[in-house]
């Protein structure tokens, strides 16, 4: 569903609605640039120190997270995408709600707040190479202030009310002409307040000899005697008030009772205006159990065209109050692909601020959503095969030939029932939420659920390429299990139990040959498909091309180490027992419809997302992943 400045506030209650009965939130952003390309050299530090730094070609997570800043600070978000995904738990069905947000970056002029971004010469060529509409934030767009934004403009308007801390004018003994204004107002007031007959309840300062209804903003005072006036009525008259008009000033006696009605007016009408900036900024804080109080129902009284209509307001009250108070206790799981780059810009775009270190922005972004599961770190855990798919379109299209979970489009929702966007933010989310579904479910029925990197048998630096999926390749090396632990292989393999018992052998290994046993599908072709070009700016990142340059091993070299580790295993064991090993299982890789699958998504509180949750996914660094939660 696209969603426009028009009819954002009429979505605006039902979006909160699905949020407060959210099971997650799968998000994706169009960004109008990103951190450039370039060699990475490691920084000169101060006394020496190196901590944080690489010595290397590699950066560490540390400088590939100042980039990403640096970046954030200087382009804009142009395009959100949110899927909202309800669960069945008895029918096992999950119920998606797609939305497409382009943003808006202008602000209200009379906030006396700017920002300042700048584009991106690739990115705005990759993204009108999808049909983006580059005119469309700026006309279609859904305003939003950050929280930083909002506290920024408030302070404005408070300094702008409060008349005391104005700064005086100093006339100096040269400027003449002020001073005899000055004193000439002066008289006046004077004369004015010592008036005595029918004398009018309110005086006009205007230039000597012109009537007040001639005056406009170019005839009559301009704005620095205004402002010597209202100095001098501030400074000398504390019994009146001055209040500008146009071309004049109108003196008027104080009266509390009123001047206190008028500043709460004013005040009220400021926070109108500043809640309707503040925009897409309600949904996000929505999203972490944030402060809606200022949302007034009344807003939502208009239609998709702007029109206002008819609403039974107690009703509307009683509906926002009770949602309002179940997102206040309790925080959405985040779910996105490829998320560090996307969080430092969402946290820019609403929040404010970017922290200096990498430990303080996990530490921020962890209070406001305590799990987040980026599904490039789900599809590449444990997975060091060349041949192994990541890219969320090519997982969202093998993940796709399952039947269940059974994943559905909302009514309101079916502008993607049978259109493929690439790169709008608002299907590439969908993508995301379906894939996080159904790998999910198909990890957890496979047993993939024990964290292996504990026990030294995979470093996180050595993480690259993704899930097998449907794949003819044969499975990458695994683990040996036990009876208390289950395979941890990403491959969905299936064991022929009559082949015997696979014995012992380290993770580069390759199985002894044995007789093939019968196809019992139907033959695959020879060759996986081509793999699509990847461009600095897809929705992979545009570090992504650093697996096959610096992480992927070289496939013949590759080999050439696993048979002399295989003979060298094997030796190893006739020497030690002097009888051979029995022969390994036969595996099959199975079509992606064969694979075995949960009923449902693994619950948040299982051991699942332990090993799952708040990792992300950051290619070409030495750490080669962010751990939020700061395991």
């Keep these: 569903m696209d969603v426009d400045r028009r009819s954002f506030h009429w979505q605006l209650p039902r979006m909160l609605r699905a949020l407060a009965n959210a099971h997650f939130v799968a ?144 006339l100096r003994s040269d400027e003449v002409e002020s001073i005899q204004f000055v004193r000439k107002v002066r008289e006046d007031i004077e004369k004015w307040k010592n008036r005595e007959g029918s004398w009018p309840e309110f005086l006009n300062i205007a230039p000597e000899g012109h009537s007040v209804t001639q005056f406009t903003e170019k005839r009559g005072l301009n704005n620095y005697q205004k402002r010597l006036v209202h100095q001098l009525v501030r400074a000398e008259f504390p019994e009146f008030v001055s209040i500008s008009r146009p071309g004049f000033i109108q003196i008027i006696p104080y009266d509390k009772e009123r001047e206190d009605a008028l500043q709460k007016t004013k005040m009220k009408g400021f926070e109108e205006k500043l809640a309707r900036q503040v925009g897409l900024r309600w949904l996000v804080e929505g999203m972490v159990g944030g402060d809606l109080d200022n949302i007034d129902p009344i807003s939502f009284a208009s239609c998709l065209d702007g029109n206002p209509v008819w609403l039974d307001l107690k009703e509307l009250q009683r509906e926002f109050n009770e949602v309002q108070t179940k997102l206040s206790k309790q925080r959405t799981v985040l779910i996105g692909h490829n998320l560090f780059m996307d969080l430092i810009n969402f946290y820019k775009c609403f929040f404010g601020a970017l922290p200096d270190t990498l430990s303080e922005f996990q530490e921020l972004i962890h209070g406001l959503f305590p799990l987040i599961v980026d599904t490039k770190y789900m599809s590449t855990h444990n997975n060091s095969s060349i041949n192994a798919r990541s890219g969320l379109d090519e997982l969202d299209a093998d993940l796709h030939k399952m039947t269940i979970p059974t994943i559905s489009l909302h009514n309101d929702h079916s502008k993607y029932s049978d259109l493929s966007i690439a790169h709008e933010a608002g299907y590439d989310s969908l993508m995301t939420a379906r ?109 992504d091309a650093l697996d096959d340059d610096e992480d992927s091993p070289d496939p013949d070299e590759t080999d050439a180490q696993a048979r002399s580790e295989a003979v060298s295993t094997t030796k190893d064991l006739i020497d030690g027992w002097n009888t051979p090993p029995p022969p390994p299982p036969v595996p099959r890789v199975l079509d992606a419809s064969e694979q075995p699958a949960s009923r449902l998504m693994p619950p948040w509180d299982s051991d699942f997302w332990n090993v799952y949750g708040n990792k992300l996914r950051v290619n070409g660094t030495v750490e080669g992943l962010c751990d939020l939660s700061g395991r």
Excluded: C
């Design 435 to 543: 894939v996080v579904i159904r790998l999910s479910a198909k990890l957890e029925a496979a047993g993939q659920y024990v964290d292996s990197d504990d026990e030294g048998w995979h470093t996180p630096a050595e993480e690259v390429g993704g899930v097998l999926l449907g794949l003819p390749n044969g499975p990458s090396p695994q683990k040996p299990t036990s009876p208390k632990q289950p395979p941890t292989n990403n491959h969905f393999i299936h064991y022929d139990p009559t082949a015997g018992t696979a014995p012992l052998r380290t993770e580069a290994a390759t199985p002894a040959p044995s007789t093939p046993r019968p196809p019992t599908t139907k033959p695959r072709k020879p060759n996986p498909p081509p793999r699509k070009i990847k461009t600095p700016f897809s929705h992979a990142g545009m570090f």
């Design 27 to 170: 998000i994706d952003l169009e960004l109008s640039g990103i951190q450039s390309k370039t060699i990475h050299r490691p920084k000169a530090v101060e006394n020496g120190s190196t901590e944080g730094r690489s010595t290397g070609g590699k950066q560490t997570l540390q400088e590939r997270y100042e980039e990403a800043k640096e970046a954030a600070e200087r382009y804009q978000i142009l395009q959100v995408g949110l899927t909202i995904v309800n669960e069945d738990a008895e029918t096992g069905t999950y119920t998606a709600r797609p939305y497409n947000f382009y943003l808006n970056p202008i602000l209200e002029v009379k906030l006396d707040i700017e920002r300042i971004f700048s584009f991106q010469s690739g990115a705005v060529e990759f993204l009108l190479s999808h049909g983006f509409n580059m005119q469309a934030p700026f006309t279609l767009g859904v305003p939003y202030l950050s929280r930083e934004e909002e506290i920024t403009a408030m302070d404005m308007e408070l300094a702008r009310q409060d008349k005391a801390g104005i700064a005086d004018i100093h």
